[in-house]
């Protein structure tokens, strides 16, 4: 919470804040932040955000696949739309900014456009997507990829950590999984894609900036790795005769920090979930299942370290005579931000009398999906040591302000351009 008059945080500023710290106490754990697709706790989030959304003005609607969605009519009805708005769902013990920042900050922006009895040559929608991390099944942007008329079917069949499809997921949550085609949009009732986000990076700080414009959306590929040995006695199996799963993909860790940590090209990979079987201190592991993340600048960087990571995890686990199962779970290209909207959100940062500085996206968003019905824009807000996908991820008041006031400013002055 922030103190009253607190240095530079207007009314939007300082509601804002508030709305982040009551949707940051939706969590499924006591005492840290998860909020996963389709859970109890994404439902009640879903229904906070629906009445926040109505009391700016929004005719509100929870559509087919959970996004929640927000319509503030322009000058006339049923004109195409500025779509703003980030996702709602967390990664685990999260921090309260990702996602919920640009959604909340949109729906204040509205609320304030409706406070003035303010209409525009265009309907400002707001969309607050279901699902941009993936965490529950290993498939992200879902919400996105449903409105933008991208959404594979053959997801609907991944399971949970608990064994439940996901169709069932949205079964039980009281959505049909065959109406998810409804969510889809035509590109002709978007006139843009514009989302204001955390920067989750240190650049801005770095900078003293508390805005900045996006240039691209880094792409990214996600893979699931298995690999099978042979589980036996701690005590009585030699180590040359042993076919030890973790400790190969202990040795598949360290080749892939390895090849990234010498990589001058931006090169990242992550290795953020592994769970070994049978799970017993005196039992040589038998099984052990991860997750490999891994990006780069460019896309063909990108590709080239893929497989260049599938070529050492290959040679390990024949070396180790481990059987290897590997698949690509999320691939996504790198997404360029469009200019003609690059140059809108510049100009509105200007026009709150900040400089005007560029920075790609190293975080993928759900802009990496919206691409495919509309062109997309983002406008990152500088946030505390760059820290994010952890509970000390935080945004200082002022730049919270800051972020609304040049959104607002953008909103207001958003200019259709024909030839883009
Ligand atoms: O993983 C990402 O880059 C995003 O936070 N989902
Ligand atoms: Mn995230
Ligand atoms: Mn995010």
């Known amino acids: 919470m922030i103190g009253p008059g607190a240095a530079g945080v207007s009314d939007l500023g300082r509601e804002i804040v508030r709305r982040i710290d009551a949707l940051g106490a939706i969590s499924e754990a006591p005492g840290?932040?998860?909020?996963?697709?389709?859970?109890?706790?994404?439902?009640?989030?879903?229904?906070?955000?629906?009445?926040?959304?109505?009391?700016?003005?929004?005719?509100?609607?929870?559509?087919?696949?959970?996004?929640?969605?927000?319509?503030?009519?322009?000058?006339?009805?049923?004109?195409?739309?500025?779509?703003?708005?980030?996702?709602?769902?967390?990664?685990?013990?999260?921090?309260?900014?990702?996602?919920?920042?640009?959604?909340?900050?949109?729906?204040?922006?509205?609320?304030?456009?409706?406070?003035?009895?303010?209409?525009?040559?265009?309907?400002?929608?707001?969309?607050?997507?279901?699902?941009?991390e993936g965490v529950?099944?290993?498939?992200?942007?879902?919400?996105?990829r449903a409105i933008a008329g991208r959404f594979d079917q053959g997801v609907l069949g991944v399971r949970d950590s608990a064994g439940l499809p996901m169709r069932d997921a949205l079964t039980e949550f009281g959505l049909d999984p065959d109406q998810i085609g409804t969510a889809a949009r035509a590109r002709n009732e978007l006139l843009a894609y514009v989302e204001l986000h955390i920067e989750q990076g240190p650049v801005l700080e770095s900078e003293g900036l508390p805005v900045g414009v996006v240039t691209a959306i880094t792409g990214a590929t996600r893979l699931a790795a298995s690999l099978t040995g042979v589980a036996g006695h701690a005590g009585t199996v030699p180590m040359l005769l042993r076919r030890d799963a973790l400790a190969g993909a202990a040795e598949c860790i360290s080749a892939i920090e390895a090849s990234c940590r010498t990589d001058d090209g931006g090169l990242v990979g992550t290795v953020g979930c592994i769970h070994a079987t049978p799970g017993a201190t005196n039992v040589i592991p038998g099984q052990v299942s991860f997750t490999i993340d891994i990006r780069a600048p460019t896309d063909a960087h990108r590709n080239l370290a893929v497989a260049d990571t599938v070529r050492r995890i290959e040679s390990i686990a024949n070396r180790r005579k481990l059987l290897?199962?590997?698949?690509?779970?999320?691939?996504?290209?790198?997404?360029?931000?469009?200019?003609?909207?690059?140059?809108?959100?510049?100009?509105?940062?200007?026009?709150e009398g900040y400089r005007v500085f560029e920075l790609p996206s190293g975080a993928g968003h759900d802009g990496m999906a919206m691409i495919d019905v509309a062109d997309v824009a983002m406008l990152f807000v500088r946030c505390r040591g760059g820290i994010s996908h952890h509970p000390d991820e935080h945004v200082d008041p002022a730049d919270v302000d800051a972020g609304a006031r040049v959104l607002l400013r953008l909103i207001e002055n958003f200019r259709v351009l024909t030839e883009k």
Not at 94 to 115: F, Q, S
Not at 136 to 144: D, P, Q, V
Not at 328 to 333: G, I, P
């Open 136 to 144: 529950r099944f290993a498939s992200t942007l879902l919400g996105s």
């Open 32 to 132: 840290h932040l998860t909020r996963t697709f389709l859970s109890p706790e994404h439902r009640a989030a879903a229904d906070l955000l629906l009445s926040w959304m109505r009391d700016a003005g929004m005719a509100a609607h929870l559509d087919a696949i959970g996004n929640v969605c927000g319509r503030y009519e322009g000058q006339n009805e049923g004109l195409p739309c500025l779509m703003l708005g980030s996702h709602y769902d967390t990664v685990r013990d999260a921090g309260r900014w990702d996602g919920p920042l640009g959604l909340i900050t949109a729906i204040c922006c509205v609320a304030d456009l409706h406070r003035r009895g303010k209409r525009l040559p265009f309907a400002v929608e707001v969309t607050g997507f279901a699902d941009e």
């Open 324 to 351: 290897l199962q590997l698949d690509v779970t999320h691939e996504n290209r790198t997404v360029p931000c469009a200019p003609w909207l690059k140059r809108q959100v510049a100009d509105a940062i200007a026009g």
